[in-house]
């Protein structure tokens, strides 16, 4: 299958910085991107949908300038959570589909906010 | 709108026997139902999908999943359970017809399996 590539792995921030997670689709054009949030035992939650050069669609409750989401092109879309907070801190995944697969999705980004 | 339910957070089998995870989903037309596995701090891994062809689906690891419309079910089956199996599942349905539209997760089911 189509192979997305999520990075990094893991982070740890001091609150108040920024981070940034990257979404890459290496081996196809990903015409949407999704990112999601996932609490410890709990289930994914849709954050919000991107597609390539137009502005992210935010879920309600997401608060769309504490997570900037950017897809500049059709391989990569970013995640970035600015003034972090311990509260910020879970897993992110990222998937990313075209019109004609389904959503692949990448390895997640566990974030730390200390 | 479309929703899926998973109807045990947790099941527990012995290695050897069967799984059954089971899921119910609500949908205005002829979904897209996919199941994955997730292992800990891991991302998501397909484990089949349902595209309005057979509704019997056959995915890795030995599983398989039977769309029956008149239940609104899309179980997730193994005939025999091993160590490995031992993981998250979601069952999950798209949003838009097709194959790449926003997914809508059900809450996940814990399979343990015992040795």
């Known amino acids: 299958g189509a192979v997305v590539s999520q990075h990094p792995s893991r982070v740890i921030c001091k609150s108040g910085t920024s981070v940034k997670i990257e979404c890459r689709s290496l081996?196809?054009?990903?015409?949407?991107m999704f990112w999601y949030r996932q609490f410890p035992k709990k289930s994914l939650m849709l954050m919000a949908t991107s597609n390539e050069g137009s502005k992210a669609t935010y879920e309600q409750g997401v608060e769309k300038d504490k997570f900037l989401i950017n897809h500049a092109s059709l391989t990569l879309s970013t995640l970035t959570v600015t003034s972090a907070h311990p509260e910020d801190s879970s897993f992110y995944i990222c998937?990313?589909?075209?019109?004609?697969?389904?959503?692949?999705f990448g390895q997640g980004t566990r974030l730390t906010v200390v | 709108a479309q929703s899926v339910t998973q109807l045990d957070s947790h099941v527990s089998v012995s290695e050897g026997t069967p799984v059954l995870l089971r899921c119910n989903y609500s949908s205005s037309y002829s979904p897209s139902l996919f199941w994955y596995v997730q292992h800990p701090n891991k991302g998501l891994q397909l484990l089949l999908k349902?595209?309005?062809?057979?509704?019997l689906v056959k995915g890795i690891n030995g599983f398989e999943a039977e769309f029956k419309k008149s239940e609104t079910s899309f179980h997730l089956t193994k005939p025999s359970a091993h160590m490995s199996d031992a993981a998250e599942y979601f069952c999950?349905?798209?949003?838009?017809?097709?194959?790449?539209?926003?997914?809508?997760f059900g809450q996940g089911t814990e399979l343990s399996v015992k040795p």
């Open positions: 998937s990313a589909s075209s019109e004609v697969t389904e959503a692949f």
């Open positions: 081996d196809f054009q990903a015409t949407t």
């Open positions: 349902y595209t309005s062809a057979a509704t």
């Open positions: 999950v349905v798209s949003e838009q017809k097709g194959q790449g539209g926003k997914l809508i």
